[in-house]
């Protein structure tokens, strides 16, 4: 089994198409950097304007902890394209090249053959994680400091000290890893119904964008039925920054506030992967290769 991981993972270091996803984050996190390098003033004045009118701010709330936080929001909308491109070409790539049925012809049941092609996809989301953390996080540290953490959100202040943020994005990028391994996990389901990849990508991300858009809406219906949907699900990841309260209202460094729902979102998308790798197995198995 380890063999045929490693082979997975070698096939997808010599497709040019891996290193896309790498490429376009290191080009959307350089340009975030840079814009609040050179406009970040002006945009800590105008996002903490209501913050300042009220309390007097010490310190330096442009810091690399608040850019990673926002380069976070907006690439962990649009990593799952890049996640989808590569875990959607698993199996439907192999078809299109004709080495499906040369790869069946191997010693290895059509289930160890597909979990070695999982694996291999969600090795590769991770090492994208491992890369948004070095960019967005270490770099962003290195460029802009340390130091507080503040978000005004519409309804409260999320203040965090400077000792009480690291871990919280650690924890942040584990269930990050486990949102975007769903995506992979779902395009490599529509991968086994494939003879080309382009058809599963499309399909992946149109059950994304569908998923997001009818959770959005303000209509009753949709608003029972959203928590079945795992796209409500992944962006759990920012209740890490979130502290509990005491009986006083005053926050408590160290705590996270609703740990409850963050651990079932979490066992919610462990469901939805285990259901589409269990699915893509159970067809692949059946699949007729020679056509």
């Given amino acids: ?34 814009a609040m390098y050179a406009d970040g003033p002006a945009y800590m004045e105008f996002f903490l304007k209501d913050v300042a009118e009220s309390f007097d701010i010490v ?35 192999e078809a299109n090249l004709g080495t499906l049925r040369l790869i069946m012809s191997k010693p290895y049941s059509r289930t160890q053959i597909l979990l070695s092609k999982f694996f291999a996809s969600s090795f590769y989301t991770i090492l994208l994680l491992l890369w948004i953390a070095f960019t967005g996080l270490l ?6 400091g340390k130091d507080g953490f503040i978000h005004a959100k519409s309804y409260e202040i999320i203040v965090l000290n400077g000792d009480d943020i690291l871990w919280r994005y650690l924890l942040a990028f584990a269930f990050a890893s486990i949102a975007l391994i769903t995506v992979a996990a779902m395009g490599f389901f ?44 992944m962006i759990a990841w920012k209740g890490f920054f979130e502290m509990q ?47």
Wanted: charged share 10%; net charge positive.
């Fill in 59 to 93: 310190g330096n709330p442009l810091n690399g902890y608040f850019v990673c936080f926002v380069i976070l929001q907006t690439l962990l909308v649009h990593v799952p394209l890049l996640v989808a491109i590569v875990s959607a070409d698993m199996i439907a790539g």
């Fill in 190 to 233: 529509f991968s086994v119904f494939a003879s080309n990849s382009l058809g599963p990508i499309i399909t992946t991300m149109s059950v994304i964008i569908v998923m997001t858009i009818l959770t959005t809406l303000d209509i009753p219906l949709f608003q029972r039925i959203k928590d079945f949907f795992f796209t409500s699900h």
């Fill in 245 to 291: 309260t005491d009986d006083s209202g005053v926050a408590i460094p160290g705590t996270i506030r609703n740990l409850p729902a963050i651990l079932k979102s979490a066992a919610v998308l462990m469901f939805h992967i285990i259901g589409f790798v269990s699915a893509a197995i159970l067809i692949f198995r059946k699949k007729d290769v020679l056509n």
């Fill in 139 to 144: 770099l962003s540290v290195i460029f802009f």
């Fill in 1 to 34: 089994m380890w063999n045929l991981i490693r082979l997975e993972v070698l096939k997808l270091k010599k497709r040019p198409r891996t290193y896309i996803a790498f490429g376009a984050i290191w080009a959307i996190v350089l340009l975030i950097q840079l």
